[in-house]
C-alpha cells in the first residue's frame, strides 16, 4: 500500500519562494506517477501536472507551466512543487496523488493521495 | 485540451433513492488500443483529500460499495449511487485520463433532500 506524507502548512507574503514536499512508502515507490492537484478555497479540482520518479520526466499543464516547477528525489522517494515568485492567487490547498497502476503500467488517475498542504499568501 | 462539464452543479436526493450524475467530455476519451474509456470519478467529504472510486469509466476501486457505479463511453459518462446513504454526501468530480492535461470537472455537489 503506498502512502504519501505532505510537509506541513505554509503561512507567506507575496513574492516570496516556497517548496513543498511530497513523501511516498511502500511497495516500489520509484516506479510511480506522482502528481499534483491545486484546490481553492471554495472551488474544484485542477490538475497542475505530473512526474515519473524514476527518471523525472515531467508533464505540466500548459495553464501552470512557467509558474510552478515540479520535481522529485529518487533516492528519498519524494516529489517537490516549488514557486519562485508566490501570488496571492496561489492561495489553495495542494494535494500530492499517485498514478494508479496495473500489470500494463501506469493509468491516469489518481488512486492514493497525500493528506493536503495548505498554502496561504498574504501580505 | 480536453474540457469536462458535469450536471447539475448540485443535487439534492431522498436517503434510499438513487442519485445520478453526468459527465461530459468536449473530445472522446475512448482509446482506440486498448478500447477503454479513460475516465474516473471521484468522491470528496469537506476536509478530506478526494478518494477515486471508479477508473476505466466503470471498474470500482477495490472498498467502493456496489452501490456506486459508473457506466457511459466516447464523450458520455454518468456515475450512479443506487441508494442513497448518509455518508454519500459529497462532492464528486469525475476525470479524464485519454490526453494530459488529465482534467477534472467542475464537481457536483450531492445533498440529502
Known amino acids: 500500500e503506498v502512502q504519501l506524507v505532505q510537509s506541513g502548512a505554509e503561512m507567506k507574503k507575496p513574492g516570496e519562494s516556497l517548496k513543498i514536499s511530497c513523501k511516498g512508502s511502500g511497495y516500489n515507490f520509484p516506479k510511480y506517477w506522482v502528481g499534483w492537484v491545486r484546490q481553492m478555497p471554495g472551488k474544484g479540482l485542477e490538475w497542475l501536472g505530473i512526474?515519473?520518479?524514476?527518471?523525472?520526466?515531467?508533464r505540466y499543464s500548459p495553464s501552470f507551466r512557467g509558474l510552478v516547477t515540479i520535481s522529485a528525489d529518487k533516492s528519498t522517494s519524494t516529489a517537490y512543487l516549488q514557486w519562485s515568485s508566490l501570488r496571492a492567487s496561489d492561495t489553495a490547498m495542494y494535494y500530492c496523488?499517485?498514478?494508479?497502476?496495473?500489470?500494463?503500467?501506469?493509468?491516469?488517475?489518481?488512486?492514493?493521495w497525500g493528506q493536503g498542504t495548505l498554502v496561504t499568501v498574504s501580505s | 485540451d480536453i474540457v469536462m462539464t458535469q450536471s447539475p452543479d448540485s443535487l439534492a436526493v431522498s436517503l434510499g433513492e438513487r442519485a445520478t450524475i453526468s459527465c461530459k467530455s468536449s473530445?472522446?476519451?475512448?482509446?482506440?488500443?486498448?478500447?477503454?474509456?479513460?475516465l474516473a470519478w471521484y468522491q470528496q467529504k469537506p476536509g478530506q483529500p478526494p478518494n477515486v472510486l471508479i477508473y476505466w469509466a466503470s471498474t470500482r476501486e477495490s472498498g467502493v460499495p456496489d452501490r456506486f457505479s459508473g457506466s457511459g463511453s466516447g464523450t458520455d459518462f454518468t456515475l450512479t449511487i443506487s441508494s442513497l446513504q448518509a455518508e454519500d454526501v459529497a462532492v464528486y468530480y469525475c476525470q479524464q485520463y485519454s490526453s494530459t492535461p488529465y482534467s477534472f470537472g467542475q464537481g457536483t455537489r450531492l445533498e440529502i433532500k
Open positions: 512526474i515519473y520518479l524514476g527518471d523525472s520526466d515531467t
Open positions: 496523488a499517485t498514478l494508479g497502476q496495473d500489470y500494463f503500467g501506469s493509468i491516469g488517475y489518481f488512486r492514493n
Open positions: 473530445q472522446t476519451v475512448l482509446s482506440s488500443s486498448n478500447k477503454k474509456n479513460s
